[in-house]
């Protein structure tokens, strides 16, 4: 059984073979649950009082001696809800922090696919009302993310109503007709002498620089100045772009 998601609600490894022992044992002691779990007794009394402390478990005395048992797994759901009402009395505290310490100006790395559809999903959500690219190419859209990938991503973008003016080079034709016939999707061409490795996109207030090599990065940046010099580059580019 995998139990990483215990792990991410908080328990420790411990934990959850102490846990996991006891809803297999049923009702025991510490010394069954020592035995079942392979754990050395302190580290199994520390993680019992926990449990304890958490909900997790009860126990009853049966004379000088604990008899401890599992609380049922669907009290894990009382347990989320806990953690996020907790969360949700601090969260506009963070946000009012975050907001003090950003600056106009913010530059940030993201590497990996998981890096670069995070720069995409961020930008979708930027507030934009135009998505304008240019860059990218016949490896950029096939072999590195994937046609689907590209696909979905528009998916997303006309079902949140944002339009689109792209500048392709003739390797991925195709893919940019087949967008064009989309909504809210305009796509104009370059010769194939315009295929590079990077994808550049301005929305809103940010620019991202994305690099498809073989471990991708990008860099997002929010910075009205190079913001707008991106613009009027994509301007140039659209201008002397044909259909």
Do not use: C
């Not at 995070?118 to 507030?127: D, K, T």
């Not at 996109?201 to 940010?206: L, N, Q, S």
């Not at 991106?230 to 580019?237: D, E, P, Q, T």
């Amino acid at each position: 059984m995998d139990t990483a998601i215990l792990e991410d609600l908080g328990l420790t490894g411990a934990e959850i073979k102490v846990y996991i022992s006891l809803l297999e044992l049923g009702s025991s002691g510490a010394s069954a649950v020592m035995l079942r779990s392979r754990l050395q007794n302190s580290v199994v009394h520390r993680a019992l009082n926990s449990l304890i402390d958490k909900g997790l478990i009860s126990f009853i005395m049966e004379g000088n001696r604990k008899v401890y048992q599992a609380t049922g797994p669907d009290y894990f759901y009382s347990f989320i809800d806990s953690k996020r009402r907790k969360f949700d009395e601090i969260f506009p505290d963070l946000k009012k922090r975050q907001e003090s310490s950003r600056s106009k100006t913010e530059a940030t790395i993201y590497r990996g696919k998981r890096g670069i559809s995070e720069i995409y999903g961020r930008l979708l959500n930027s507030g934009g009302g135009e998505y304008q690219t240019f860059g990218g190419g016949k490896r950029v859209t096939y072999e590195v993310m994937g046609a689907q990938w590209w696909t979905s991503l528009h998916t997303r973008r006309i079902s949140k109503k944002i339009r689109a003016r792209q500048v392709f080079d003739e390797t991925i034709r195709d893919f940019g007709e087949a967008l064009n016939r989309r909504p809210l999707s305009r796509v104009r061409f370059l010769s194939q002498d315009f295929e590079q490795l990077t994808e550049t996109v301005i929305i809103g207030e940010y620019v991202a620089i994305v690099m498809f090599t073989e471990e991708p990065y990008g860099l997002l940046i929010k910075d009205p100045v190079v913001v707008e010099s991106y613009r009027k580059y994509f301007s140039i580019l659209w201008e002397k772009a044909r259909n």
